[in-house]
Protein backbone atom coordinates (compact mmCIF):
# COMPACT_ATOMS: atom_id res chain seq x y z
CA UNK A 1 0.00 0.00 0.00
CA UNK A 2 1.81 3.44 -1.22
CA UNK A 3 -0.24 5.64 0.74
CA UNK A 4 -0.78 4.53 4.17
CA UNK A 5 2.13 2.29 5.12
CA UNK A 6 4.34 3.61 7.26
CA UNK A 7 8.43 3.20 8.14
CA UNK A 8 9.73 1.31 11.21
CA UNK A 9 13.71 1.18 12.52
CA UNK A 10 12.02 -2.18 14.24
CA UNK A 11 10.86 -4.20 11.21
CA UNK A 12 12.77 -6.17 9.10
CA UNK A 13 10.55 -6.51 5.99
CA UNK A 14 7.14 -5.86 6.57
CA UNK A 15 4.88 -5.70 9.86
CA UNK A 16 1.91 -4.81 10.82
CA UNK A 17 1.02 -1.28 11.41
CA UNK A 18 -0.42 0.62 15.29
CA UNK A 19 -2.07 2.99 12.97
CA UNK A 20 -5.21 -0.12 12.26
CA UNK A 21 -4.29 0.87 8.50
CA UNK A 22 -1.75 -1.15 5.71
CA UNK A 23 1.45 -2.10 7.15
CA UNK A 24 4.80 -1.18 8.26
CA UNK A 25 7.71 -1.58 6.94
CA UNK A 26 11.95 -1.62 7.30
CA UNK A 27 15.21 0.07 5.80
CA UNK A 28 15.79 -3.59 3.44
CA UNK A 29 12.44 -2.75 2.09
CA UNK A 30 13.78 1.17 1.04
CA UNK A 31 17.11 -0.11 -0.58
CA UNK A 32 15.61 -2.82 -2.20
CA UNK A 33 12.73 -0.12 -3.91
CA UNK A 34 15.32 2.29 -4.66
CA UNK A 35 18.01 -0.40 -6.31
CA UNK A 36 15.28 -2.08 -7.85
CA UNK A 37 13.86 1.53 -9.82
CA UNK A 38 16.96 3.01 -9.50
CA UNK A 39 16.62 5.54 -7.75
CA UNK A 40 18.47 7.22 -5.00
CA UNK A 41 15.34 9.10 -2.61
CA UNK A 42 11.76 8.06 -1.75
CA UNK A 43 9.42 11.32 -0.48
CA UNK A 44 6.48 10.38 1.85
CA UNK A 45 3.88 12.63 3.50
CA UNK A 46 0.67 11.23 5.37
CA UNK A 47 2.17 10.72 8.82
CA UNK A 48 2.88 13.68 11.97
CA UNK A 49 6.76 13.55 12.65
CA UNK A 50 7.44 16.20 15.19
CA UNK A 51 10.31 18.37 12.82
CA UNK A 52 8.14 18.67 10.05
CA UNK A 53 10.50 16.00 8.47
CA UNK A 54 12.27 12.91 8.65
CA UNK A 55 14.52 10.73 7.60
CA UNK A 56 15.11 7.32 7.75
CA UNK A 57 17.12 4.39 6.28
CA UNK A 58 20.55 6.07 5.95
CA UNK A 59 18.43 9.21 4.63
CA UNK A 60 17.15 7.25 1.61
CA UNK A 61 13.51 8.15 3.27
CA UNK A 62 11.99 11.24 4.23
CA UNK A 63 9.01 11.88 5.74
CA UNK A 64 7.92 15.08 5.24
CA UNK A 65 4.67 16.44 7.39
CA UNK A 66 3.33 20.57 6.36
CA UNK A 67 0.89 20.90 8.95
CA UNK A 68 2.49 22.32 12.39
CA UNK A 69 0.21 22.02 15.23
CA UNK A 70 -1.88 19.09 13.85
CA UNK A 71 -5.29 19.26 14.26
CA UNK A 72 -4.64 21.14 17.39
CA UNK A 73 -3.84 17.68 19.26
CA UNK A 74 0.02 17.98 18.27
CA UNK A 75 2.74 20.42 18.84
CA UNK A 76 4.48 19.39 15.58
CA UNK A 77 6.68 21.65 13.02
CA UNK A 78 5.70 21.47 9.56
CA UNK A 79 8.22 20.95 6.85
CA UNK A 80 8.45 21.68 2.92
CA UNK A 81 11.49 20.41 0.48
CA UNK A 82 12.69 22.51 -2.06
CA UNK A 83 14.73 20.21 -4.63
CA UNK A 84 17.15 22.44 -6.74
CA UNK A 85 18.53 21.74 -10.62
CA UNK A 86 21.29 19.46 -8.93
CA UNK A 87 19.05 17.29 -7.48
CA UNK A 88 20.00 18.81 -3.58
CA UNK A 89 17.45 18.88 -1.25
CA UNK A 90 16.70 21.84 1.38
CA UNK A 91 14.08 21.97 4.05
CA UNK A 92 12.09 24.79 5.49
CA UNK A 93 10.47 24.65 8.74
CA UNK A 94 7.43 26.10 9.87
CA UNK A 95 7.30 26.34 13.85
CA UNK A 96 4.22 25.50 15.37
CA UNK A 97 2.41 28.57 17.16
CA UNK A 98 2.11 29.39 20.78
CA UNK A 99 -1.07 27.53 22.23
CA UNK A 100 -3.40 30.67 23.21
CA UNK A 101 -5.63 30.12 25.94
CA UNK A 102 -9.18 29.97 24.87
CA UNK A 103 -10.67 32.70 27.54
CA UNK A 104 -8.10 35.54 28.20
CA UNK A 105 -8.70 38.50 29.84
CA UNK A 106 -7.24 41.25 28.26
CA UNK A 107 -6.07 43.21 31.45
CA UNK A 108 -6.70 46.97 32.60
CA UNK A 109 -5.49 48.51 29.00
CA UNK A 110 -7.57 46.81 26.83
CA UNK A 111 -11.15 48.17 27.81
CA UNK A 112 -13.36 45.90 28.99
CA UNK A 113 -13.21 42.30 30.50
CA UNK A 114 -13.66 39.61 27.61
CA UNK A 115 -17.48 37.79 28.02
CA UNK A 116 -17.24 34.84 30.24
CA UNK A 117 -18.27 31.79 28.11
CA UNK A 118 -21.75 30.67 27.73
CA UNK A 119 -20.95 27.90 30.40
CA UNK A 120 -19.89 30.28 33.26
CA UNK A 121 -21.58 29.83 36.39
CA UNK A 122 -23.90 33.21 37.26
CA UNK A 123 -22.88 35.09 40.08
CA UNK A 124 -24.65 33.72 43.18
CA UNK A 125 -27.51 36.12 44.48
CA UNK A 126 -26.89 37.76 48.08
Not at 69 to 95: H, P, R
Not at 102 to 107: E, F, H, L, V
Request: hydrophobic share 35%; glycine share 8%; aromatic share 12%.
Amino acid sequence: DLLWSDPDKDVQGWGENDRGVSFTFGADVVSKFLNRHDLDLICRAHQVVEDGYEFFAKRQLVTLFSAPNYCGEFDNAGGMMSVDETLMCSFQILKPSEKKAKYQYGGMNAGRPVTPPRTAQPPKKR
